[in-house]
């Protein structure tokens, strides 16, 4: 199997907040939340880069469609890491997100590796990880 990932769905408690925060706050495009009127609620996709997505849907709703119970939001089972070119994009981005509603849980810095990287959470609590690694530079 060859591994490709297309989609990763972000489940929200709050999907119109959540979506607040990623098209108006960090500017990510979306052509709005599709299904809003469905039994099982609405989605939203944002197109990220080499297309890839990024859905927000309803944990409820998560729940439901894989038959697995709600269960209780865990920031730490995963993050979502935003590689930048510079140093200087990491202290921008990271303002813009808390400027659009996110909270700061650790401020840029020097890593270990050699990076420079800071945290943090969405206003559903998903953790994101602003990273410069001289190492992994992303594409122009």
């Given at each position: 199997?060859?591994?490709?990932?297309?989609?990763?769905?972000?489940?929200?408690?709050?999907?119109?907040?959540?979506?607040?925060?990623?098209?108006?706050?960090?500017?990510?495009?979306?052509?709005?939340?599709?299904?809003?009127?469905?039994?099982?609620?609405?989605v939203a996709f944002f197109?990220?880069n080499a297309g890839l997505?990024?859905?927000?849907?309803?944990?409820?709703?998560?729940?439901?469609?894989?038959?697995?119970?709600?269960?209780?939001?865990?920031?730490?089972?995963?993050?979502?890491?935003?590689?930048?070119?510079?140093?200087?994009?990491?202290?921008?981005?990271?303002?813009?997100?808390?400027?659009?509603?996110?909270?700061?849980?650790?401020?840029?810095?020097?890593?270990?590796?050699?990076?420079?990287?800071?945290?943090?959470?969405?206003?559903?609590?998903?953790?994101?990880?602003?990273?410069?690694?001289?190492?992994?530079?992303?594409?122009?």
């Amino acid at each position: 199997m060859k591994p490709s990932i297309t989609v990763l769905t972000l489940g929200v408690d709050d999907l119109n907040r959540a979506y607040s925060f990623y098209r108006d706050g960090l500017g990510f495009p979306s052509e709005g939340i599709l299904g809003a009127d469905d039994e099982h609620g609405g989605v939203a996709f944002f197109d990220l880069n080499a297309g890839l997505k990024l859905a927000l849907w309803s944990r409820a709703d998560i729940a439901s469609d894989t038959g697995l119970p709600v269960s209780p939001a865990a920031p730490t089972n995963c993050t979502i890491g935003h590689n930048v070119r510079t140093r200087e994009e990491v202290d921008e981005v990271m303002q813009l997100a808390v400027k659009s509603g996110a909270t700061l849980v650790k401020p840029p810095h020097d890593t270990f590796w050699g990076g420079y990287a800071g945290y943090f959470q969405d206003p559903e609590g998903h953790l994101w990880e602003v990273v410069w690694n001289p190492h992994l530079m992303p594409a122009e």
